[in-house]
Structure formats: structure tokens, C-alpha cells
């Protein structure tokens, strides 16, 4: 009977370590110049693989989400005014981080 009990345990145990979801993609942070700047998430343009669309969040506080021209360094806002990257700014980092990871 105790066998029993220890293999239902076993079962249980092992169908609940199989239930938690993960998240497919953790925010990336990086510190730069006293801020924080987090990547919520990004998508890369299949047409103009020098673009990302991303959502990031600077000192915790979440912009809109934004077209990151890798190539012009710049970044198209949702309204289309296009703004050049700022300086160690989330611009900065997402090309640096996806150029970076690519080699």
C-alpha cells in the first residue's frame, strides 16, 4: 500500500513540473548611464532585416512600440515621426545586442 501511495506522489509530481508554463522570452536588460532599459519584446522585419519593431521599458516606465532602423539609426514612432537614436539608448542596444548574437 505504501508503494502504491509513493508511485501516485511520483505521478503527481511529475504531471505538475510538466504543468508551469515558462515564458518563451524573458525581458533583456541592460544597465547603461544610471538606466535601466528592458526589450519586453521585440519582432524582426522579414522584409528589411535591418529593422526591429520592440516594445521596451526605460527605468520601468513602458513606451509605445517602435519601428528600430538598425541601418539609418533611427526610430520610427507609432504616429511615423522618425527620431534618431539616442545616445546608450534602447536604439543602441538592440542593435548591438541582435548584431552581437548573430556572429
Known amino acids: 500500500m505504501n508503494r502504491i501511495k509513493c508511485i501516485i506522489f ?11 508554463v515558462n515564458p518563451a522570452f524573458a525581458s533583456v536588460c541592460r544597465n547603461n548611464d544610471y538606466h535601466q532599459i528592458c526589450i519586453l519584446s ?7 532585416y ?8 526605460v527605468d520601468g516606465v513602458k513606451r509605445p512600440t517602435e519601428v528600430y532602423n538598425c541601418r539609418e539609426r533611427v526610430k520610427v514612432q507609432e504616429g511615423g515621426t522618425i527620431l534618431p537614436f539616442e545616445q546608450k539608448g534602447p536604439g543602441e542596444m538592440i542593435c548591438s545586442f541582435f548584431n552581437s548574437s548573430r556572429r
Open 10 to 20: 511520483l505521478a503527481l509530481l511529475l504531471i505538475l513540473s510538466f504543468s508551469v
Open 50 to 57: 535591418w529593422e526591429y519593431r520592440a516594445a521596451v521599458s
Open 42 to 48: 521585440i519582432n524582426r522585419s522579414a522584409k528589411n
